[in-house]
């Protein structure tokens, strides 16, 4: 059974930083580009990151460039995110979604990780 | 780029159908065939539930299927059923730089 499951959040200050981590199961990690995405409930879904299999192809939205980096260990199939310099908008659900490039679509998706920044 | 457009809310009656809308632009819905939508139940992780405008990925069931019509994407969901009450999101590929854009998702109610 295909999963992801998210770790790392938390409630930290702004200017902090924060790592997330995503470990996949079921599926075979090394061929499949990952993204994390994030839910708040007034922007609603974005797309923030994504990294293909090797890591050398990499994808930033503009609000969180400069600010996170997304890494990937293939031999520990897991799927990372270092955020730095957070915001209080970068208050949301963080996600983990395995993601088919060809056809631009998240499946399957984590539960979701909690990650709130406030003074 | 703005957020696709979809109604806020639906409602239909067990055993009924109803129909979602998905309103992008020439950039987006309107240009790729690239339209996905995700089923999400409060609390819980979203669920794809069709890709590339009108695929179903196994294990979904034949009563959801999408269609497309210039810049309008759409779910149909047909037989309704109270384990269908949840936010639906489409979401659509905008090109490399913005890379997919996300519906502002639609409430279904099941009377």
């Known amino acids: 059974q295909m999963q992801v499951v998210e770790s790392g959040g938390d409630l930290v200050k702004p200017g902090e930083s924060l790592r997330l981590s995503c470990a996949a199961s079921?599926?075979?990690?090394?061929?499949?580009?990952m993204s994390w995405l994030r839910q708040t409930p007034g922007k609603g879904l974005e797309c923030i990151s994504y990294?293909?299999?090797?890591?050398?192809?990499?994808f930033y939205a503009d609000s969180v460039k400069g600010r996170f980096t997304v890494s990937r260990d293939n031999t520990k199939n897991s799927l990372y995110l270092q955020m730095n310099s957070l915001r209080p908008e970068d208050t949301a659900v963080y996600f983990c979604?395995?993601?088919?490039?060809?056809?631009?679509?998240?499946?399957?998706w984590g539960q979701g990780t909690q990650v709130t920044v406030s003074s | 780029q703005s957020a696709l457009t979809q109604p806020a809310s639906v409602s239909g009656s067990p055993g009924q159908s109803i129909t979602i809308s998905c309103t992008g632009t020439?950039?987006?819905?309107?240009?790729?065939?690239?339209v996905s939508w995700y089923q999400q139940h409060p609390g819980k992780a979203p669920k794809l539930m069709i890709y590339?405008?009108?695929r179903r990925p196994s294990g979904v069931s034949n009563r959801f299927s999408g269609s497309k019509s210039g810049v309008t994407a759409s779910l149909t969901i047909s037989g309704l059923q109270a384990e269908d009450e949840a936010d639906y999101y489409c979401?659509?590929?905008?090109?490399?730089?913005?890379?997919?854009?996300f519906g502002g998702g639609t409430k279904l109610t099941v009377l």
């Open positions: 979604a395995r993601t088919r490039v060809r056809g631009n679509y998240f499946d399957p």
């Open positions: 079921g599926f075979t990690f090394i061929d499949y580009y």
């Open positions: 990294v293909g299999p090797s890591g050398n192809t990499i």
């Open positions: 020439s950039s987006d819905v309107g240009n790729y065939n690239l």
């Open positions: 590339e405008d009108v």
């Open positions: 979401c659509s590929y905008a090109g490399v730089t913005i890379h997919v854009l």
